[in-house]
């Protein structure tokens, strides 16, 4: 979606808070506004995060591969039905414009989850009470007689407006909570060659290819590097990289930005150096530039 | 003399014949009193809502209330029907929404002219150019009523608003011929001044198979009358029936003499035109038999 107005309109103000389960697909491209129309970048990552009003958390997935898009996207609608929040597949443009060999499962093998429905009587539903100790109020549908309301504006569990504070901190509060209390099952990371790592490269998307390469070459020169790469952007995978920074001598955070998802290391990687390597003009980050940095790093430490 | 017809007799259909109607059946009773100011034209327009729908006897659970952001938005929230309140302009996305997951379901909009013809005026144009089995109502009050009266698309040019202190310099849109231009096949125009025609015109709109739009002139005697005719909604009511003129009556008046009147009735009427969620579901039976 090139709309940011509408992305903006839809995905922060009003599936947040009606709890609407729906997957924005946001392939990124080089910016400000309508900066560089086919070229990548991963400049959205704390837009997909915080470009909203209000509070709310958000559930953004980076796969890496067109075969991870396929199964990243399955994930992203089941993660989207069973939290009932939008979900970005936040992918970059060498991705969107990218052909490779993907082997599709036959779709019986396919894990769907769908929403929970409810088991009330529309006389005694309650469109946003929840029970059991789930955070996810369970939803039906229009035209099957329960004739409820859903608004963008704060509402209590009938569904309907208010204003009282009481009710309106425990809205935010559940949004939250039904995301952090579920950490577990929707952080998702992939580690490699992490064991005896002494520097570790944080890298997302397309640039986790570019990363791979130039770990496995890095290691051809003696130096012990791995990749650190989260598939689950939001929520951040704070604790694993807190873990990962005290493993590690230092981190480096390629990416295809001025710097974003470096903020989120460096807020949780203690004394630990961390390094950004940055580009915004449109071009990949190749094996090449992260392989120099690594090398610098080295020197560095 | 024309002139002197146009302020006595606006139309009154003489087939209305329907007797009682319990709008409580239809009405949230417990979400009353209603946000609205007193004598707002919106209780009216809902009031004539109920009874088109009552009329056409559609079943509560088949129907969808689709409302925007302003004074006429909190309008789902007070009916009983599944009822969805959407973010401002974004009301014919929704519905289009809904009506196309579920082509067996009344969808009916509820907008202001700020909600539909500003900020979804782009949604306006499109939803009207398909041809969607909706129904579109537009409360047309010349004014962003709940923000504090604001100058909208419908404001007339010259008259003063909190944002035109010197009278709005911008044309004015005529909603209806927008309608017609971008293809509505139904387009009624109302005015609060008759509320039983209301009735007539969005039930005339609830029963044809395509996009209806119904353009029903309402008072916003706080943030528009106040400013420009009188803060008192019987004058502003009566104002608005001398701006407009009956189509029967219109048809036999001159371009001169139409001049700044908004001529009230069904103004559009087509039936042969394909309506787009069948034409979907019809492409989509064929190409899914063309696969097997």
Redesign the interface.
């Known amino acids: 979606m090139h709309d940011p107005i509408q992305l903006e309109?839809?995905k922060n103000?009003?599936a947040s808070i009606a709890e609407v389960p729906c997957v924005i697909v946001n392939v990124m491209r080089g910016g400000p506004s309508t900066g560089l129309p086919t070229l990548p970048s991963q400049g959205d990552i704390m837009q997909a995060r915080w470009g909203t009003h209000g509070d709310h958390p958000i559930i953004a997935l980076a796969p890496a591969t067109l075969t991870e898009t396929y199964w990243e996207t399955i994930r992203a609608f089941n993660l989207s039905e069973q939290y009932r929040t939008p979900v970005i597949l936040l992918i970059d443009e060498i991705l969107g414009h990218m052909s490779e060999r993907v082997e599709l499962p036959d779709s019986s093998e396919l894990e769907i989850v769908n929403r929970v429905k409810p088991e009330a009587s529309p006389d005694e539903y309650l469109p946003y009470a929840t029970a059991n100790g789930s955070h996810v109020p369970p939803m039906a549908d229009?035209?099957?007689?329960?004739?409820?309301?859903?608004?963008?504006?704060t509402h209590d569990v009938t569904g309907?407006?208010t204003e009282d504070p009481a009710i309106s901190q425990t809205l935010v509060e559940r949004l939250q909570a039904k995301i952090k209390d579920n950490l577990k099952h929707i952080l998702k990371n992939e580690e490699s060659d992490l064991e005896d790592a002494e520097i570790a490269v944080l890298a997302y998307g397309s640039v986790a290819r570019a990363a791979r390469v130039a770990i496995a070459q890095a290691r051809e020169t003696g130096l012990k590097a791995g990749l650190f790469r989260p598939v689950t952007l939001w929520p951040f995978p704070s604790a694993q990289v807190a873990a990962l920074a005290r493993r590690v001598k230092g981190i480096l955070v390629p990416e295809m930005n001025m710097g974003q998802l470096v903020g989120e290391v460096e807020r949780v990687a203690g004394a630990t150096p961390v390094t950004s390597l940055n580009k915004a003009n449109g071009q990949p980050i190749s094996p090449t530039e992260i392989g120099v940095a690594l090398s610098r790093m080295m020197e560095d430490l | 003399m024309v002139a002197k017809m146009v302020t006595t007799s606006t139309f009154i259909p003489r087939d209305h014949v329907k007797q009682v109607v319990y709008y409580e059946e239809y009405l949230r009773n417990d979400?009353m009193p209603t946000l609205w100011c007193s004598g707002c034209g919106d209780g009216l327009v809902m009031k004539a809502l109920i009874r088109a729908v009552d009329e056409i006897a559609w079943d509560?659970?088949?129907v969808?209330i689709v409302s925007g952001i302003g004074c006429s938005g909190r309008m789902?929230?007070y009916l009983?029907?599944?009822?969805?309140?959407?973010?401002?302009g974004?009301t014919l996305p929704y519905a289009t929404g809904?009506k196309l997951a579920?082509p067996?379901?009344h969808v009916i909009i509820i907008a202001g002219d700020g909600d539909a013809l500003a900020i979804g005026g782009n949604h306006f144009l499109h939803a009207c150019r398909r041809n969607i089995d909706l129904t579109l109502i537009i409360i047309n009050n010349f004014i962003y009523g709940l923000t504090g009266g604001q100058f909208s698309p419908t404001t007339p040019v010259g008259s003063y608003a909190q944002t035109s202190p010197d009278g709005a310099l911008e044309p004015t849109f005529d909603t209806a011929k927008v309608a017609i231009a971008a293809g509505a096949t139904y387009v009624a125009r109302s005015t609060v001044s008759n509320p039983r025609h209301i009735s007539e015109m969005i039930k005339g709109g609830l029963a044809h198979p395509g996009m209806a739009v119904v353009e029903v002139i309402s008072n916003c005697h706080v943030n528009f009358g106040r400013r420009n005719v009188s803060g008192e909604p019987e004058e502003l009511i009566l104002w608005i029936s001398r701006q407009t003129v009956s189509q029967n009556i219109a048809q036999y008046m001159d371009d001169d003499e139409l001049s700044g009147r908004l001529v009230v009735g069904v103004l559009q009427h087509l039936k042969e035109r394909p309506e787009y969620v069948a034409s979907y579901y019809q492409k989509a039976a064929e190409i899914r038999g063309a696969e097997d």
């Not at chain 1, 229009?142 to 504006?153: A, D, E, I, M, Q």
């Not at chain 2, 009983?80 to 401002?88: A, E, I, K, M």
């Open positions: 309109l839809f103000r009003f229009f035209f099957t007689g329960y004739r409820y309301h859903v608004t963008g504006l309907f407006p | 979400k509560k659970d088949s969808a789902s929230s009983d029907f599944n009822t969805l309140h959407t973010p401002h974004r809904l579920r067996d379901s």
